[in-house]
């Protein structure tokens, strides 16, 4: 998402005109997100640290980008991983199934009861997004009175769905966008998102803000007329552009109800806030809501293998079974083996060494850590945040909420500042000018098997970071 590895190594003036000198190296070669300097060295990793070439030992707080839930060493993936090399390392899917992908794809299916009946396993998580949205326009075709003019995606403000072109135009990262505004279809418009810091007017209920957000997306409905729109898209939970906002109860309830009263289908995106995250395997399971399309990918590997996954509900699944019976789409390295083989094992060690709820209790360790810790830092507008899923929005001035300018580059200096040896926490920064309206934040994203005392670590470390940048 908006967690841009180059301010790790840039030299960035902060808002008291320190400068932060973050060593920058060359790189040989490899092209990151910053063409000009490399980012740290990392040569090997052990539970939640990462090693440096220098042997630095960084706390990984976030789990990169909330994907290693596992930490960075579990032996028995290792041993996965190697078995499925012996067997097969890769047979193509349009002409051979693997077991590997039946195991996973049998474990996701059971995980939702059901409810989900296919699992469609892709690498990464923009093209899952990019399956979800092809597979709505096919299932219109295909019904038994085929609706194509279900042509239309309504999805949310600041959200994130990934960098190609597709997922792009369906998320709302204005930065990323700009210079592609030209290619990006402009059959998605986006509504707000529900951001009861920002959004929710003085003296408004929670249940009168989920009913005006739903009437926004009603709305939208009517301007572009119900019977074009093919489906609504959002995050179960926003997380990289957002930062960690729990949806408020009911809210998603009511979004899919004005979604079936307009027959168009429900895209839940898991990417970030899915496989465990919030604390249950499913954050849509929290919510009472079951989504016809659902896209899956950080947890599901846990960084042992690039790889994601569209869960497809057994409506939409029955359509095309009856239709033409095939998903107009295909990738090469669909359902991989070995990155099959490696998720397969991550989610058994989750589900074997009961993690699941370890998410919920440390998560509820670090939220309450945090709020003692921070709840009243001057520029800590709002900590948030679910499961093992928080952030803490940065903002210039609490009463009025103003943010930093987003040139100021704030949540890109808390974490230049993390990376320093004196800390050497990894914290994932978001950046309030997104939408130019929201203040920065940064996520924490720990490990599934993190432990109290580790919590403890990472809201120090995280405390004292946001000392040195913000006083
Ligand atoms: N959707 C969401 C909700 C995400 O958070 C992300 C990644 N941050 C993506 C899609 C894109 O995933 P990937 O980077 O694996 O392509």
Redesign the pocket.
């Known amino acids: ?1 908006d967690y841009t590895p180059e301010v790790a190594t840039a030299s960035v003036p902060t808002s008291t005109e320190k400068q932060v000198d973050v060593s920058v190296r060359s790189s040989s070669g490899v092209l990151y997100h910053q063409l000009r300097n490399a980012p740290l060295n990392i040569v090997g990793g052990r539970g939640s640290y990462l090693i440096t070439e220098d042997g630095l030992e960084i706390l990984d707080a976030t789990c990169g ?1 909330a994907v290693s839930c596992l930490g960075h060493s579990d032996e028995r993936v290792h041993e996965a991983i190697v078995d499925q090399l012996k067997k097969i390392p890769y047979c193509y899917s349009m002409f051979f199934t693997n077991s590997a992908a039946e195991s996973l794809a049998k474990f996701l299916v059971d995980s939702t009861g059901g409810k989900m009946s296919r699992a469609y396993i892709v690498s ?6 990019e399956a979800a949205v092809k597979m709505a326009i096919q299932y219109y075709t295909e019904l038994p009175v085929p609706q194509p003019k279900r042509v239309n995606i309504i999805a949310r403000n600041t959200s ?4 190609t072109l597709g ?1 792009l135009a369906v998320g709302h990262h204005a930065a990323r966008r700009r210079i592609y505004e030209s290619l990006l279809t402009k059959n998605v418009s986006h509504v707000p998102q529900c951001y009861p810091y920002r959004r929710m007017n003085p003296n408004e209920t929670n249940d009168a803000y989920v009913e005006r957000l739903a009437q926004e997306l009603e709305d939208e409905f009517q301007r572009l007329g119900p019977d074009t729109v093919c489906a609504f898209v959002a ?1 179960t939970m926003p ?2 552009t957002l930062g960690c906002v729990p949806p408020l109860p009911g809210y998603l309830k009511a979004l899919k109800a004005v979604c079936e009263r307009h027959g168009a289908l429900l895209i839940l ?1 898991e ?3 899915g496989m465990g995250r919030t604390g249950t395997l499913h954050a849509w399971e929290q919510e009472d809501v079951v989504p016809d399309l659902q ?1 899956i ?2 947890g599901l590997g846990a960084g042992y293998a690039p790889i ?1 996954g569209l869960l497809i509900n057994k409506h939409v699944v029955d359509t095309l079974n009856k239709g033409t019976g095939a998903f107009v789409h295909s990738q090469t390295y669909q359902g991989h083996p070995v990155a099959c083989a490696a998720a397969y094992k991550v989610q058994q060690i989750i589900q074997d060494d009961n993690l699941l709820p370890n998410v919920r209790a440390m998560g509820e360790y670090l939220g309450q850590r945090l709020h003692e810790r921070l709840d009243s830092h001057p520029h800590v507008g709002e900590v948030r945040g679910r499961g093992l899923f928080w952030a803490m929005e940065i903002v210039q001035d609490k009463e009025t909420k103003e943010p930093f300018p987003g040139s100021k580059g704030i949540s890109r200096i808390l974490h230049a500042t993390g990376l320093k040896p004196r800390h050497a926490i990894s914290l994932m920064p978001g950046n309030g000018a997104v939408d130019g309206a929201n203040g920065d934040h940064i996520i924490l994203a720990p490990p599934y098997n993190t432990t109290r005392e580790e919590i403890d670590l990472i809201v120090e470390k995280t405390v004292q970071v946001i000392k040195e940048v913000l006083g």
């Open positions: 998402g980008a990464s998580g923009t093209e899952a997004v994130y769905h990934g960098n997922s995050e997380g990289a995106d990417v970030m806030s896209t990918a950080k994601a």
